[in-house]
């Protein structure tokens, strides 16, 4: 999931100005169903609301993988096993592990909007192929009228915001980035490395707006990127995944980095676009992402996928049945 609990403004579509508040402990969140459950990812999010306060709320909880210094401070008397069974050489057990060890990357979004909740409430997914057309007639102006506020991302490129995640910054205008954690990432091990490389100019909505002009951007935020990643973090370019999103979470250009060997959200082939064929595309056809008919992936329940209902661009289908 990427940040869309930073600050907000106020919009047509009702959008808070409010922000995230803090809390300490989640007693304070009141559940109120589960929106998504991604178990092979160990991964679910939760409508429910902040006690005394109006508004509804989103948690998103993320159980991190095993790095070696946890899998080591397990392997100590403070891990208690109950024995389930024993079946000749096979031992199944229930672990009660020391609390610190037991830690969940958590993520809550408040007040949420409607659009939060339908963003992350699980729903049939379509795949589109936008055309040209298709982008100027009904995503342009869906993403001029409805999109998420950016301010959040001005904040970290202006130094209001975040400074202390930063990893990376080059701050020229035309060519810079910052690069930081996504939200995704607690930071602690990189066998799950994810970060994200914000561009500095502003007014790059998505991939349909890059030129040939923007090679010089693209190149300095995978060169600069992908060095910087290897000195901190010791992980060499040939093991990083760099990739745009179409259609994007927020509509800033931004670019994501995180290691082959993790299967990250969004990096299936209707979403994710390699940065480096991304360049190579722009080197041969300065209008590429302009001109081309690209492939992306809307929920029901989306405005921009209802739009594509209304249009006859896709057409509402049943939930694909899991049995035979």
């Not at 610190?100 to 809550?108: A, F, R, V």
């Not at 010791?234 to 979470?249: A, C, F, G």
């Not at 056809?285 to 992306?296: E, I, M």
Request: charge should be neutral; include cysteine; proline fraction near 4%.
């Amino acid at each position: 999931m990427e940040p869309e609990s930073k600050k907000t403004k106020v919009l047509d579509n009702g959008q808070s100005n409010a922000t995230t508040t803090a809390i300490d402990d989640l007693s304070k969140f009141e559940f109120v169903r589960v929106l998504a459950d991604h178990s092979h990812k160990k991964v679910v999010c939760v409508e429910g609301r902040l006690k005394d306060k109006e508004g509804k709320a989103v948690l998103w909880l993320d159980k991190p993988p095993f790095s070696e210094d946890v899998i080591k401070s397990l392997c100590t008397d403070k891990s208690k096993l109950k024995v389930a069974f024993i079946n000749d050489i096979f031992g199944s057990y229930s672990a009660i592990v020391d609390p610190d060890l037991n830690e969940i990357k958590t993520t809550l979004i408040y007040p949420a909007t409607e659009q939060h909740i339908q963003k992350f409430l699980q729903k049939p997914l379509y795949v589109v192929e936008e055309t040209p057309e298709c982008y100027r007639d009904i995503t342009l102006p869906f993403i001029e009228e409805e999109q998420f506020s950016v301010d959040w991302v001005y904040n970290i490129l202006d130094g209001k915001k975040e400074t202390e995640r930063i990893i990376f910054e080059d701050k020229d205008d035309a060519t810079g980035f910052t690069l930081l954690p996504d939200l995704k990432w607690n930071g602690k091990q990189t066998v799950d490395l994810y970060c994200l490389a914000l561009a500095r100019p502003r007014g790059i909505k998505s991939l349909r707006d890059l030129r040939s002009e923007h090679i010089p951007l693209l190149k300095n935020i995978l060169d600069k990127g992908r060095e910087v990643l290897q000195k901190k973090f010791n992980i060499s370019k040939d093991q990083l995944r760099v990739y745009v999103h179409y259609q994007p979470t927020f509509y800033h250009l931004h670019v994501h980095f995180n290691v082959i060997t993790f299967e990250a959200s969004g990096t299936h082939c209707e979403k994710a676009y390699l940065l480096k064929s991304v360049i190579d595309n722009l080197e041969k056809y300065p209008n590429y992402y302009r001109d081309a008919t690209l492939t992306c992936v809307v929920s029901e329940g989306q405005n921009l996928c209802q739009k594509f209902f209304e249009k006859g661009i896709i057409k509402k289908q049943g939930t694909p049945s899991r049995s035979e």
